[in-house]
């Protein structure tokens, strides 16, 4: 494949995947978040959600879910969604929320805080998953797998991924043992390992862990 077929194939791509925002924008709602979450499944850290709001001339090219782009392409959409965007915020959970009300309303209520933070209130939100946050009194939309539908909630996915993975990397350095470098807090062998060789770390997620406790 040539690189101008490479790049025709991103920019319908683009379109494609603008399909839910355009729908939303054509019925005079101007101001349309994405928002997406990352790290459901890790046994330790903060689950962390993302809100995108995108301009209808979005014009940034690779957008997709967080999941099936490397770490460096993360990292260079990262700064260009940030930059293009009319607006986007985080919303962050930690392990003792998670504890304490269960993954899934730890989500929502990052979710409802990413929101919260946009510096423009959304009109309409389109969330990845199969849910609605209550706690948002706005419009919304569920879309499963929509961060591979939707520009916004990709966006936000990569807001969200890149977020989080900084931050363990950090933690990597102050909880040494776990690998989280390398895992960003998944039940990977190396963390398993080390959980049975020290025991949990304040940033573990205790309900994830009973048989370490």
Same mark, same amino acid.
């Given at each position: 494949m040539t690189k101008a077929e490479r790049l025709e194939m991103q920019k319908e791509k683009l379109q494609t995947m603008l399909q839910h925002e355009r729908r939303l924008w054509a019925s005079g709602r101007t101001?349309?978040?994405?928002v997406d979450e990352v790290g459901r499944g890790p046994l330790a850290g903060p689950v962390v959600a993302a809100a995108v709001i995108l301009p209808q001339d979005f014009d940034v090219l690779g957008i997709d879910d967080s999941k099936k782009?490397? %770490?460096?392409?993360?990292?260079?959409?990262?700064? &260009?969604? !940030?930059? !293009?965007?009319l607006a986007w915020a985080i919303g962050w959970q930690g392990p003792e929320v998670i504890d304490a009300v269960n993954i899934l309303e730890a989500t929502k209520k990052a979710m409802a805080e990413a929101v919260n933070?946009?510096?423009?209130? %959304? $009109?309409?939100?389109?969330?990845?998953?199969?849910?609605?946050?209550?706690?948002?009194?706005?419009p919304q939309t569920a879309i499963v797998k929509g961060d591979a539908n939707s520009t916004s909630i990709a966006a936000a996915s990569i807001l969200a991924k890149v977020t989080r993975d900084r931050?363990?990397?950090?933690?990597? &350095? $102050?909880?040494?043992?776990?690998?989280?470098?390398?895992? !960003?807090?998944?039940?990977?062998?190396?963390?398993?390992?080390?959980? !049975?060789?020290?025991? %949990?770390? %304040?940033?573990?997620?205790?309900?994830?862990?009973?048989?370490?406790?």
């Open positions: 101001y349309v978040a994405g782009l490397s %770490p460096k392409k993360r990292e260079e959409l990262y700064g &260009l969604i !940030k930059e !293009k965007a933070g946009l510096s423009v209130r %959304p $009109q309409h939100v389109l969330i990845d998953g199969n849910f609605t946050v209550r706690a948002l009194d706005l931050y363990m990397e950090e933690m990597a &350095l $102050q909880y040494p043992g776990y690998a989280f470098e390398s895992n !960003k807090g998944y039940g990977t062998k190396a963390h398993y390992d080390g959980l !049975k060789a020290q025991g %949990p770390c %304040p940033i573990h997620r205790r309900t994830f862990i009973s048989d370490y406790l």
